[in-house]
């Protein structure tokens, strides 16, 4: 049974895990998982039909690690800033740890300061203490807007 | 203005105007010249309407329309717009239904697209309805000829258009025979939607030579080495085109593999087995991108195989909507790997989200100059034929030369030469 402090440790995670995307601080963002850690975006669409198909699929820390290496040395994409919207903390006890859900909005904002809804949807995530500190087993982003905006280059 | 009236110095279509791009008027000619013209647009998989009663609505260029699987076991496809006051009639974007019935007024159509219900057509207790001449069969709804290739649909609106395997061509019906070699399951659909015009897409698939330039991912991690051999491939008319590449990626692991003579990019990915390609095919094709006038692309990247739809919005937008696919007898083990490798491609793909934003950064970027010209040399000048290696867009001019053909354009002509 979860209780008050749960929610706001929870919600602090959370806080931390937009901020570190925000900022653009991924190197430190990727330390917010565990080295199972699963970072997995996939589309409303996808999964009412049954399809496993995501939009991005990370299976651990290193794949994840990856991803960001691959955006700082590789990828050319949309130069935006994001700011996220988390609202609606759900909390769920599990053996080990926590399922959370929330509802997030994430806007980009090009150089010319305009801005626009990126994409809106929910996480459904597990979280587990790790050396007395809360990491996502588990971060599964279910994007309602599937039709991307341009591309997909910076984690939701 | 009219697409004739742009100046096309070359008859070879190394330079396109961009107005092309960008001019709505050209766009609505499109819709009527291109999209409703000579060519089979890709419809739809057999594999995602396997009942009868499945549907999926989809789009040919901006025209809304309904692909089923109808009670004769045939596929139909139809214009999703009302016979009688233009309402979408079938709202969902796939299902299984009986008949589709539109909200509206109620007027219902059967799997083959022919009205065969109308609510009050004799009024009510003699008063109202329709007039006594109304005739159900004048009014169904507009209907594509398909044609199925081993599994992959195709339709027009045209009323005289060469059989869909001569369209095709050799190497296209080669390449759909390869990839739908055997029963395939869907994994899944992605979409993008690109705030640019739907050509500059077209032309990017035709580009091979903006790969390792353009997409370092597969530069800096190994995946496209210089030394790989490629190419392209075209059909009779260079209409089409499908580019190339064969190495082994199994083989990257070595340090050695992995690094590529451009400076600081020794990197190493920290976990490569979304680079790994199971070979699944009897040739040594890991990267093949057939892209069909002129809608559809069917694409093998590695192991992950899909077909991109190209769906128009406006003169400024376009929708890719992705169909990805395994085989039926695909393991578990094979499943995650074709999810896994999945990552490469698609709108967050890591070897080709680039694209939307080149092309954004073009269609940004000529607003200004519609009078102005695209440069397309790179692999000659001249008639367009098979390219030996990937330092080519001359496939690029072979879709303009066909494009002008049925805009009624006659690039080089005296006319709108002189640019």
Known sequence: ?156 | MNPQDYQWPKADCTRIPYGMYRDPDVYRLEQEKIFQGPVWNYLALEAEIPNIGDFRTIEVGDIPVIVNRARDGKVHAFVNRCAHRGATVQRLIHGNAKAHVCCYHHWGYNLEGNLVGVPFARGIEGRGGLPEDFDKSAHCLRKMRVESFNGVLFGTFAETLEPLEEFLDTTFVNQLKRLFNRPIKILGYQRQRIHGNWKLYTDNLRDPNHGGLLHMFQVTFGIARLNQTGGAKVDKKARHNMSWAAQDMGKNHSDAEYSTPRENNNLTLKDGSLLLYRKEFPDDYNLTIASIFPNCIFQQIGNTLAVRQIRTKSVDEFEIFWTFYGYQDDDRSMDQHRLRMSNLVGPGGLVSMEDGEAIEIVHRAIAADEDKHAFVEFGGRGPVGDQDNLVTEAPMRGFWMHYCELMGITPGDAAHANA
């Not at chain 1, 990727?30 to 496993?52: D, H, K, W």
């Not at chain 1, 700082?72 to 700011?83: E, G, L, P, S």
């Open chain 1, 1 to 156: 049974m979860p209780m008050p402090e749960h929610y706001f440790e929870l919600q602090m995670l959370l806080d931390r895990y937009a901020r570190l995307i925000d900022e653009d601080r991924l190197e430190e963002w990727v330390e917010l998982f565990t080295p199972e850690g699963r970072y997995e975006i996939i589309s409303r669409e996808n999964l009412a039909q049954g399809f496993a198909l995501p939009l991005m699929l990370c299976e651990n820390r290193n794949q994840i690690a990856d991803r960001v290496m691959s955006l700082r040395k590789a990828n050319i994409y949309n130069i935006h800033t994001d700011r996220h919207l988390i609202s609606q903390l759900h909390v769920e006890a599990l053996p080990d740890g926590w399922r959370i859900g929330a509802n997030y909005a994430l806007f980009q904002t090009n150089q010319e300061g305009v801005s626009s809804l990126y994409s809106v949807g929910r996480y459904d995530d597990e979280v587990r203490e790790l050396d007395g500190q809360l990491l996502f087993v588990c971060k599964r982003v279910i994007v309602d807007t599937g039709a991307i905006p341009s591309l997909l280059a910076t984690p939701i």
